[in-house]
């Protein structure tokens, strides 16, 4: 009975909440379509993301910490799927001669260590950049100070990002369609993530004994 | 047949499922253990973690965002 009127306490808010963002998004629509289409857009994958419960962190620990390797899994297919999507607009856009600015560099040094740094952090704090935002909106206030984390180090590492590059160089960059055609990269990129998705399921097989 | 209970309230994942391991390995065959949690992500991994272990596992959202789990231990 308590669990009804619990759920049923919150359906006002509900509610309220979709009739507030109903009518922001028809306010915004008055001043510009492109700004209420990105801002739809922005409401509905926080939606989704909320809802999917999916967890970068856990993805990359939890092979480690406990053996499984459900959610890892669950991000290799993330990556597929980013990849057709990617060679889908990238092919799209060299067909129509739309020009794509990618903010895409070449990795270095500095990339790993920032990754370790980012890797340490997050596992620390108990989430990704938008894990942190969305337990933000769940009511975390300890993620709060996460995302102040977050935000600065992300300004400074903005800031000092020419002379990481500087200090330690880049390898040269490296795009695999212009060497070997999109079609074979796409089918090679495929091979090596269904190789890692199989080396998941023996891991998890391992750890747990199964 | 005993429940047991641990306090994970506020904790961030994975410290729970850390916490649930421990307290596990302490417990005798058919013993229940129960959490609380208002974390999602922790939920759910728990959930996936005993699917993935064998142990029965029940989990209900009692309230809007918190989740009663209960586990039974059911192999060593």
Not at chain 1, 74 to 90: D, P
Not at chain 1, 130 to 155: C, D, K, N, P, Y
Not at chain 1, 182 to 208: F, G, H, N
Not at chain 2, 40 to 51: F, H, L, M, P
Request: hydrophobic share 50%; with cysteine; aromatic share 10%.
């Amino acid at each position: 009975m308590s669990i009804n009127s619990a759920f049923h306490s919150q359906r006002k808010w509900n509610i309220g909440f979709i009739l507030f963002l109903t009518l922001l998004l028809v306010l915004l629509s008055q001043i510009s379509i492109r700004l209420t289409l990105i801002t739809a857009l922005g409401i509905s994958l926080g939606f989704v993301l909320q809802k999917s419960r999916f967890c970068l962190v856990s993805a990359l620990r939890d092979p480690i910490l406990i053996g499984m390797t459900q959610l890892t899994r669950a991000f290799l297919l993330l990556l597929g799927i980013s990849i057709l999507g990617f060679a889908l607009v990238s092919w799209g856009a060299s067909q129509r001669n739309i020009p794509l600015s990618l903010n895409v560099f070449p990795m270095g040094v500095h990339t790993v260590v920032g990754g370790l740094l980012f890797g340490i952090g997050m596992v620390l704090a108990g989430g990704c950049s938008t894990g942190i935002i969305i337990r933000i909106g769940e009511g975390f206030a300890m993620q709060m100070l996460a995302f102040f984390g977050l935000a600065v180090g992300s300004v400074l590492g903005e800031r000092s990002l020419k002379s990481w590059r500087y200090t330690f160089g880049e390898w040269p960059g490296i795009f695999l369609p212009d060497i070997f055609g999109w079609v074979p990269t796409l089918i090679l990129e495929i091979i090596v993530l269904l190789t890692l998705w199989q080396l998941a399921r023996w891991w998890q097989k391992k750890q747990l004994g199964e | 047949m005993t429940r047991f209970s641990i306090d994970i309230w506020g904790e961030m994942c994975p410290i729970p499922l850390i916490k649930a391991k421990q307290k596990l390995s302490s417990m005798q065959c058919g013993d229940i253990l129960v959490l609380e949690t208002e974390h999602s992500c922790t939920s759910r991994g728990i959930v996936v973690w005993a699917k993935a272990n064998r142990y029965i596992i029940e989990e209900k959202e009692v309230a809007n965002g918190i989740w009663h789990l209960e586990l039974t231990k059911t192999h060593d």
